[in-house]
């Protein structure tokens, strides 16, 4: 059975170490496991809501030198994400398994169901893009795992992830 694991922006800005947004060790952490992921050819995918999220964050950095550089990495990285050969990263709507054209497609049903259901449990927007990615993914009979920091998305994991992260900073 094929390991995906979605991942969410928390993740994304401790990897990129984006300034006001990232702890040491968490960021170590979290390098390391997208290393152990790599090394093991599990695929990992980053729904396009999430890239939105990191490259306001990266816009937001206040020294210009770093901003220029961190927005020079998300270019390369999404470049990558974008050819599954090349990388193990895979920018999503990228793959067959995308939940983004059903999004595009059935936006008011996902919107309704944002309201209802996902918001109450404090999920943002994207967040609930990662977790209908997430469940999508699921449905070809894969493991699914949900790389985040944010508790409440981590309990709409398809499966129970072991070893799991979600960081060692609160609030």
Known sequence: MLTYIVV????LLELFRVPKRFNESDAAEIKHRFQVANDQGIKLYIPVPVLFELANHIAHVENGY????????FSETVKEGINPE????NII????????SEL???????????????VQQGLGFTDSAVVLEAKSLKKAHNKVHIWTTDEPMKAYEPDAEPNLFIGTRKG
């Not at 090349?86 to 990263?89: A, G, K, N, Q």
């Not at 709507?93 to 983004?100: G, K």
Request: charged share 25%; with cysteine; aromatic share 16%.
């Open 8 to 11: 969410d922006t928390v993740y």
């Open 86 to 89: 090349i990388t193990f990263l």
């Open 66 to 73: 770093e901003r220029k550089g961190l927005a020079s990495k």
């Open 104 to 118: 595009s497609n059935n936006l008011e049903v996902f919107v309704q169901q944002f309201a209802e259901e996902f």
């Open 93 to 100: 709507p990228c793959e067959a398994y995308s939940v983004a």
